[in-house]
C-alpha cells in the first residue's frame, strides 16, 4: 500500500478510535462514525447496516442517504447489493451498481443518484454482523488500496459491534451476547440442565484495536511469531515417535506458522493503523470466512490450523491464557468447540453439562459424558461464538437443543421438567432394592456400562445387578503411551473391588474407527467403521492383547473373570481368541500365579453375520451380548456418526426386532446365556419391547436403570410378546406406536 494510504488510513483509525471513545449513545456514536468515514475516503455516502436478527439486515446509520430511511430500510440476507456482501462475506465493488447483478432499488433511501459502490463484510471470527458501505455519484471502481482500508474499518466496527460500543434503545443496536437464543444441535447424551456457562477455551478479548506506533507493533508481532514458532518446533521435536500420518499433520501446522504470507498480512493490518492484536484478529476472521465457503475437508483442517495458531498468537500477545481469573460457577455447564476425554475427566463433577460445537454421539468425550451422568449437546453450531462466561444456559440433551440467556418463561418450564424428573428419580430411587419382575412374573436382569472409575460409585446407587459392559479402552486413549501390564491390573483390580463381588463383564480393547490410540499409527481406510478395529486389531497384534488378558487374570486373583471379545464377525475369531485367553490361563498357572475362581468367555453380536454362526459357535461361548450400537448401524447401513441418517432407521423397527428375536431363539437351543447393551437399552420403551422379545438381561447407563425398571414392574411381558406378534401378523413396519399405546394403558403406582 503506498504511503498516502497508509497515511489517510492511521488518521481515520485514530479518528475512529477517539471517536469511539466519546461518552454518547450508540446512535449518536454511529452517526458521527459513517461522516467521518465518507469525509476521509471521498464518498458521497457511507451507510452501516446490522443484522436485526439471522437473516434480516437494517439500515443503522448514514450519511448521504435520506435521514428518515435510518432503522426503516431492512432486507433479507441475499437481497440487494448489501444482502449479497452479506451472505457471501466478500466485498462488492462496482461503478454502475444500478446494473450490476442482484442489485435491488430501495426508493426510500434516494440512493438512484449513486453510481459506484462499495460494501464490505463487518465480521468477527466468522460471525457476521453487518457490512459497511460507501457510495459516490462519480462511475468509478474503487482501488485496491481503498477497498483494504474500508476492510480495516470494518473490522475495528467488527470489534467494537462486539463490545457494544453502538448499544441504544433500537432492537437492531441491541447490545450483544445480551438476547435470549435457541440453539440447536444433536443430543450426545440425554438429560436435563440448568446452569451458568463455562467456556473450555477463554475468549481473547482485544481492547487496543489502533496504534500509535506501527514499527513498534511489527516488532512486537515478530517477537510473538517468533515465541510461537518455538513452541511448535518443540511440540514437532517432542512428538519423534509418532506415526507418519500425524507428523505430516504436524509438519503442516508448522508450515503455516513459518508462512511469510501470514505474517506479511498481519503487517499489513499493522500498516495500515491496527493493533498487532487486531491485525492478527483480521487475519484470523477472513480465514474464518474462506473456511465457510471451503467444501473440500482436507482444506477446511489446514483453515482449521491456521485458526488455532491464530489464536496461540492472541494469547501470547495478549497475556490472555487459560487462566483469565475467573472463578467457575457452581453449576457450570461447559461450552466447547471440542474436548478430549481427558480434558472432560479433569472437570469431573464440577460441571453439570456439556455443550460441543462440534463432537459426535459416539466420541470419547460422549463416553465420559455418559459415565458423569450429565447431559450432552454435540453438534452445536455457534455456541462458542455466542456464549460468554457466566451466562444462563439451559441444555436440554433429550431434544438437543440449548438455551443460552432463555427467558423467564423458558427457565421456569424447564424448572418444571427439572423438578418433575426429580421427583421420578426419588420413584425410582425407591425401586433400587426390587429386582425388576414383570407383572406376569418374568425377571429382566438390569445391569450397567461402565468405563472409568468414576461410574463405579454408581453400582449400588443405581439398583444395578453388576457391570454387563466395562470398556477398556478408555485407558489406553486417554494416555500418550502404551499403559503398563502392572498398571491395568491394578486398575482392573480396583474395578472388581468396587464392583463387591457383583459380576463384571470386561470387553477387550476396543479401538479402531473413531476410537484412535495417539501412539498408535492409523491406517487409511474409506470406511473405518468397518475397517480394521476392535477384535480385528487384537488378532493382528497379539502382543497388545496378550498383555491385556495377562493384566485382567492377574486382577482377578481369585475372585471370578468374565472376559467377552467384541466384533466378533466368524465362528473361528472366538476360537482364536478363546485359545489366546486359554494359553494365558496355562501361563499364570505355570508361574504359580492365583487363577480366576471361575472364569466366563463370551462374545459381542455386532455383525449380523454372527447371528448366522455355525451351532458350535452358540456352545462355545459361555455367554453372549449383543452390542446394538454397532449392530444396528451394520443391520439398517446407516452410520451412527452420520446425522442425515443416524435418526432413520428405528430400532424397533419390526424387521430389527424379528432378528433379535433369532438371536434369542438361537441362544436358547444353545442353552447360552444371552444379553443386550447399548443405548437403546436405556430407553424404557425400548427396553421394554426387548424384554417382550425374549432378551432377559440388558445393560444401560445408570441413570437409565430405574426408569427401565419402573416401567417392566408395571408391564406383562407376556402382553408385550402377544403385541409383538400381532404387529407382524398386521404387517407393521415398526413397533414403536403399538408399544407406546400399551404403555400409556399401563397402571401408573
Not at 445391569?447 to 466395562?470: Q, T
Not at 491394578?490 to 495417539?518: C, E, H
Not at 417392566?712 to 407406546?740: F, H, Q, S, W, Y
Request: aromatic share 6%; net charge negative; charged share 25%.
Amino acid at each position: 500500500m503506498p504511503d498516502r494510504s497508509e497515511s489517510d488510513s492511521r488518521k481515520l483509525l485514530r479518528r475512529l478510535r477517539d471517536t469511539l471513545a466519546e461518552p454518547v449513545r450508540g446512535q449518536e456514536r454511529l452517526d458521527r462514525i459513517v461522516k467521518l468515514i465518507a469525509a476521509s475516503m471521498h464518498t458521497d455516502v457511507c451507510s452501516i447496516y446490522l443484522f436485526r436478527d439471522r437473516e434480516t439486515l437494517e439500515l443503522c446509520a448514514t450519511k448521504g442517504l435520506k435521514a428518515d430511511s435510518v432503522h426503516r430500510t431492512r432486507m433479507r440476507l441475499g437481497e440487494g447489493l448489501v444482502g449479497r456482501v452479506a451472505r457471501t462475506a466478500t466485498a462488492v465493488n462496482t461503478a454502475d451498481a444500478p446494473n450490476e447483478r442482484g442489485f435491488r432499488y430501495m426508493p426510500e433511501t434516494g440512493e438512484e443518484i449513486y453510481s459506484s459502490f462499495l460494501g464490505v463484510p463487518v465480521q468477527r471470527l466468522g460471525e457476521r454482523l453487518g457490512v459497511l458501505v460507501v457510495q459516490s455519484r462519480e462511475a468509478r471502481a474503487f482501488s485496491e488500496d481503498e477497498v483494504y482500508a474500508l476492510d480495516v474499518v470494518a473490522m475495528v466496527l467488527a470489534e467494537m459491534t462486539e463490545l457494544g460500543a453502538f448499544v441504544s434503545e433500537d432492537s437492531a443496536l441491541a447490545s450483544p451476547h445480551k438476547l435470549p437464543v435457541m440453539l440447536r444441535g444433536g443430543s450426545g447424551q440425554e438429560g436435563t440442565a440448568e446452569g451458568h456457562v463455562w467456556l473450555h477455551e477463554p475468549r481473547v478479548v482485544v481492547t487496543n484495536l489502533v496504534n500509535d506506533d506501527p514499527v513498534a507493533e511489527c516488532e512486537r508481532l515478530r517477537n510473538g511469531v517468533a515465541r510461537l514458532r518455538g513452541s511448535v518446533d518443540d511440540l514437532l521435536e517432542t512428538a519423534g515417535s509418532v506415526d507418519k500420518e500425524h507428523r505430516e499433520v504436524l509438519e503442516a501446522y508448522r508450515m503455516f506458522a513459518h508462512s511469510r504470507g501470514w505474517l506479511r498480512r498481519m503487517e499489513q493490518g499493522i500498516e495500515s493503523g491496527l493493533s498487532a492484536e487486531a491485525a492478527v484478529e483480521k487475519e484470523q476472521s477472513e480465514a474464518r470466512a474462506r473456511l465457510q465457503q471451503v467444501p473440500d475437508p482436507y482444506l477446511r483442517d489446514r483453515l482449521h490450523d491456521l485458526d488455532d495458531l491464530s489464536n496461540r498468537l492472541l494469547r501470547i500477545l495478549t497475556g490472555q491464557g487459560a487462566n483469565t481469573g475467573a472463578v467457575m460457577p457452581d453449576r457450570a455447564i461447559l461450552v466447547a468447540r471440542n474436548i478430549g476425554p481427558g480434558e472432560l475427566l479433569e472437570y469431573g463433577n464440577h460441571v453439570k453439562g456439556v455443550v460441543l460445537e462440534e463432537g459426535s454421539v459416539g466420541s470419547h468425550a460422549a463416553i465420559v459424558a455418559r459415565a458423569l451422568a450429565i447431559p450432552l449437546v454435540v453438534h452445536c453450531d455457534g455456541i462458542t461464538t455466542e456464549a460468554l462466561n457466566g451466562d444462563a444456559i439451559i441444555v436440554d440433551g433429550d431434544e438437543g437443543v440449548v438455551h443460552l440467556r432463555p427467558e423467564e418463561s423458558v427457565a421456569a418450564a424447564f424448572r418444571d421438567k427439572i423438578a418433575m424428573q426429580t421427583q421420578a428419580e426419588a420413584r425410582f430411587a425407591a425401586l433400587r432394592d426390587h429386582p425388576a419382575v414383570a407383572r406376569c412374573g418374568s425377571r429382566v436382569a438390569l445391569h450397567m456400562n461402565a468405563g472409568i472409575m468414576a461410574d463405579l460409585p454408581s453400582l449400588a446407587g443405581s439398583g444395578a445387578e453388576g457391570v454387563g459392559l466395562f470398556r477398556t479402552e478408555l485407558q489406553f486413549l486417554l494416555r500418550n503411551s502404551m499403559p503398563r501390564r502392572s498398571d491395568l491390573a491394578a486398575l482392573y483390580a480396583r474395578v472388581m473391588k468396587a464392583a463387591g463381588g457383583r459380576r463384571v463383564a470386561f470387553r477387550t480393547l476396543d479401538i479402531g474407527s473413531d476410537k484412535v490410540m495417539p501412539y498408535m499409527k492409523r491406517p487409511e481406510e474409506p470406511n473405518p467403521a468397518m475397517g480394521w478395529r476392535a477384535l480385528r486389531v487384537g488378532l493382528d497384534k497379539p502382543g497388545v492383547m496378550r498383555m491385556q488378558l495377562q493384566a485382567l487374570i492377574r486382577a482377578a486373583a481369585g475372585r471370578p473373570l468374565t472376559v467377552m471379545f467384541p466384533l466378533v464377525s466368524e465362528h473361528s475369531e472366538f476360537v482364536t481368541a478363546r485359545d489366546y485367553l486359554l494359553r494365558e490361563i496355562e501361563r499364570e498357572a505355570h508361574l504359580g500365579h492365583p487363577l480366576p475362581e471361575k472364569l466366563e468367555i463370551g462374545a459381542m453380536l455386532e455383525t449380523p453375520s454372527l447371528a448366522f454362526a455355525p451351532d458350535a459357535f452358540f456352545r462355545l461361548a459361555d455367554f453372549i451380548s449383543i452390542g446394538g450400537n454397532d449392530l444396528k448401524q451394520f443391520f439398517f447401513a446407516a452410520d451412527r456418526e452420520n446425522e442425515l441418517v443416524r435418526r432413520r432407521y428405528d430400532t424397533l423397527a419390526i424387521s430389527f426386532v424379528t432378528f433379535l428375536q433369532k438371536i434369542v431363539r438361537r441362544c436358547a437351543e444353545a442353552d447360552t446365556h444371552l444379553s443386550f447393551c447399548g443405548e437403546d437399552a436405556g430407553r424404557p420403551l425400548d427396553a421394554l419391547a426387548f424384554a417382550g422379545a425374549g432378551l432377559r438381561s440388558l445393560s444401560m447407563r445408570p441413570a437409565a436403570i430405574g426408569p427401565v425398571k419402573d416401567l417392566i414392574l408395571r408391564a406383562d411381558l407376556a402382553e408385550v410378546a402377544a403385541l409383538i406378534e400381532t404387529a407382524k401378523r398386521r404387517g407393521d413396519d415398526n413397533l414403536r406406536p403399538a408399544m407406546a399405546d400399551y404403555v400409556r394403558q399401563l397402571p401408573v403406582d
